[in-house]
């Protein structure tokens, strides 16, 4: 069983800066991704990660949001630069562990002046 704790969150101005973090404990993993549910809309895809470092983005996001993990701590990080209100939602750390999916339980991050 793999646990995921998201954390980071909060309310930030446009233009600022948030870094999201994701504790992931149980058992090793090999993709892990950062999603993101506005209301009223579906979860998209924000950034993943595999285990090796290759990364992909949301055009959205690309060029503002990096992601990153330490593999040794099991931890998966993302940095938000120059936020926009569109980015407010619940954002939620996603990791493959086999034929398996876990979620964590999110974290809300609203973008407002």
């Known amino acids: 069983q793999v646990q995921l704790v998201e954390s980071g969150g909060g309310l930030v101005q446009p233009g600022g800066s948030l870094r999201l973090s994701c504790a992931a404990s149980?058992?090793?993993?090999?993709?892990m991704g950062w999603y993101r549910q506005a209301p009223g809309k579906q979860r998209e895809l924000v950034a993943r990660i595999t285990s090796g470092g290759t990364t992909i983005y949301a055009d959205s996001v690309k060029g503002r949001f990096t992601i990153s993990r330490d593999n040794a701590r099991n931890e998966l990080y993302l940095q938000m630069n120059s936020l926009k209100p569109e980015d407010t939602a619940v954002y939620y750390c996603?990791?493959?562990?086999?034929?398996?999916?876990?979620w964590g339980q999110g974290t809300q991050v609203t973008v407002s002046s």
């Open positions: 996603k990791a493959i562990h086999g034929v398996a999916t876990y």
């Open positions: 149980g058992s090793t993993i090999y993709t």
